[in-house]
């Protein structure tokens, strides 16, 4: 009775010790070396959009080119929700790249995978982003 509380304090000391030293673990680094392994494309895929999205800002052809790695996915069976978000995503590392026209297509192709799913909520964002890129280029 007497290790077991000991043991639950110290389980719990080392975890609020964690969670004040506000240490976070970034992902990225993970995802990409389990990318050589084997994976799902539906995993893969996911894979790829977090990782081209982490680097929109950051570091644009980064951004293109696991975008560009992603994009061959899409004729392996994966769900059009995913489908989608990697076309999104992909659209934006163009749009920050400055490839406006490349941009407009992945958005296009992002907005009729999600109405023909039945996501209006996504299909909605990439229209907005559609609309925002052709602000940008003063359209």
């Known amino acids: 009775m007497k290790s077991r509380k000991i043991l639950t304090f110290l389980i719990l000391f080392t975890m609020s010790c964690f969670s004040l030293s506000g240490a976070s ?17 539906e995993t893969r895929l996911s894979y790829l959009t977090k990782i081209c ?24 069976k994966v769900s059009p929700e995913r489908i989608g978000r990697h ?8 749009e920050n790249k400055g490839g ?13 995978v999600w109405f023909n799913a039945g996501d ?7 229209i907005e982003q559609t609309g925002s890129l052709y602000r940008i280029m003063g359209r």
């Open 120 to 126: 209006s909520f996504y299909a909605y964002r990439a």
């Open 87 to 94: 076309s999104f995503a992909y659209g934006m590392a163009w």
């Open 100 to 112: 406006y026209d490349s941009a407009l297509f992945y958005l296009g192709k992002a907005q009729e």
């Open 25 to 41: 673990v970034d992902s990225i680094p993970v995802m990409k070396s389990l990318l050589g392994g084997k994976l799902t494309p």
């Open 53 to 76: 999205i982490s680097f929109w800002n950051s570091n644009p052809d980064s951004s293109i080119w696991y975008g560009r790695k992603g994009i061959t996915l899409l004729r392996e």
